[in-house]
């Protein structure tokens, strides 16, 4: 399906997005807390 990567603030809610869609069969690629985090593993 898709490659995902999660931005959050909230560990919990990262953890928890990871889980219901890799149960979904989504390719997580990476998680990140802040949006510049993430655009640097873009």
Do not use: S
């Amino acid at each position: 399906m898709a490659r995902v990567l999660i931005t959050d603030d909230a560990a919990f809610m990262r953890m928890q997005l990871k889980h219901n869609l890799e149960e979904l069969g989504h390719d997580i690629v990476g998680e990140a807390e802040k949006w510049i985090r993430c655009d640097r593993k873009i």
